[in-house]
């Protein structure tokens, strides 16, 4: 494989796993968010720890509840 090839290659898995930990943090998160709404946490305090718009955190508690 030529450098250019091997370049792009390790660019792409890179990118990859990237992606793949994003999605995985974006639902860690929303597990968190709906246990600590769950146990009475107030939306603010859950944004400010969570570092997540209180709007995605009414929207995930939104689906739980409808989904």
Known sequence: MTQV???LMDRGWKEGEKSGQQKGDYKRAKKTALKLLKR???LDDI???LEVS???IKRWEQE???G
């Open 64 to 66: 739980s509840l409808h």
């Open 54 to 56: 209180t709007d995605v």
């Open 40 to 42: 009475g946490d107030s």
């Open 47 to 49: 944004s400010e720890i």
């Open 5 to 7: 090839g091997q370049m």
